[in-house]
């Protein structure tokens, strides 16, 4: 097997260079080897890529958590998992002791390792992965549509949070990779009344073709208003799948009595003014989704609905040489999801 291979990794300050780096060798009897066939860019890697960055990698480090690839080698001890598996990764790797993980919220462990930002991801021909963090997709399911696993995993967290129903009416802030998501697994869902607000014009026809009921420019559009007419009232949910500060701020002004607010998008860097008293008089909710609790076989199963279409939502793809041109695309709004083949 090859001794060196080529990977994108983080050198610091909003930049990501292409470098040969030895292949990762198993270590340990639960370690697995994962030839990676495609990673996508996801909005926390550019998060990480912002000057100054919305959330921390550490510098060389290879880059990219949502991967999709088959099992080249496997520790002594792997038992779940053969050799030329077609496995998806759940990145975060979590102590299991600390008082978080004991209460059963792992998602929230206080020592996790996160694979692409501290430990080396899947921008890169080779990944290596406790066992426990892989989970097996069909053979025949096509690479780029299988790498969406982890991203619908951690919107399907959220869908948990919400539960939402038919006949609510839900407000989705956003309409990039996990905005889209969002409505695709709302309609799955069953909810009839979809709004999403987004700035880029490109991305509100996106929302439209993914399943978006009405579709709104904030910063032109009266929400309120537009509520009004079409729906003669508010939002029951609120989902903010951006993470800008001024989200929750409109969000309480923009919910029924009793509704639930969903804050999904993370940027460590935003900040939020709201009035406790709107919360507290209209006795509103407001909760919070972080990465995959529980929900990665629901999100496999979703992939394999092609009634979805959830392939829809791939629009570039790129060699690992070219991840700088993909990161761009992202950044721009030019694409929704890219894929990088290493």
């Not at 003014?273 to 199963?301: C, F, H, M, Q």
């Amino acid at each position: 097997m090859k001794k060196i291979m080529q990977a994108a990794v983080f050198c610091g300050n909003g930049i990501v260079q292409v470098k040969e780096k030895q292949v990762p060798s198993i270590t340990r009897p639960d370690e697995v080897l994962v030839k990676v066939h495609a990673c996508g860019i996801c909005g926390s890697d550019l998060h990480v890529l912002s000057v100054p960055p919305g959330q921390y990698a550490k510098p060389d480090t290879v880059l990219g958590h949502e991967f999709v690839g088959t099992v080249e080698a496997a520790g002594a001890e792997v038992k779940t998992l053969k050799i030329g598996d077609k496995v998806v990764a759940e990145p975060n790797i979590r102590c299991g002791l600390c008082p978080e993980c004991r209460r059963g919220n792992f998602n929230l462990c206080r020592n996790a390792v996160n694979t692409g930002q501290v430990r080396d991801g899947g921008w890169a021909e080779y990944c290596l992965m406790p066992e426990k963090q892989l989970y097996l997709v069909p053979k025949d399911m096509p690479d780029h549509l299988a790498a969406l696993a982890e991203p619908l995993a951690c919107v399907m967290n959220g869908m948990q949070k919400i539960n939402p129903q038919p006949a609510q009416k839900v407000l989705l802030y956003g309409a990039g990779t996990i905005g889209l998501l969002f409505v695709k697994a709302l309609k799955r869902y069953g909810v009839k009344d979809i709004m999403v607000a987004e700035l880029v014009e490109s991305r509100r026809e996106d929302a439209k073709r993914a399943g978006a009921d009405i579709v709104v420019d904030p910063a032109a559009d009266d929400i309120a208003s537009v509520m009004q007419e079409k729906w003669g009232g508010f939002a029951d949910v609120a989902i903010d799948a951006v993470g800008a500060g001024s989200v929750l701020e409109q969000s309480v002004d923009l919910v029924n009595c009793g509704s639930t607010i969903l804050i999904f998008g993370q940027n460590m860097s935003q900040k939020s003014t709201i009035r406790p008293g709107v919360i507290n008089s209209k006795e509103l909710t407001i909760t919070a989704a972080l990465s995959s609790k529980n929900s990665y076989l629901p999100a496999i199963d979703l992939l394999k609905d092609s009634s979805l279409k959830f392939e829809e939502l791939i629009t570039h793809v790129v060699k690992l040489k070219d991840v700088n041109k993909g990161i761009e695309w992202m950044r721009n709004g030019e694409a929704i999801k890219v894929m990088v083949e290493p």
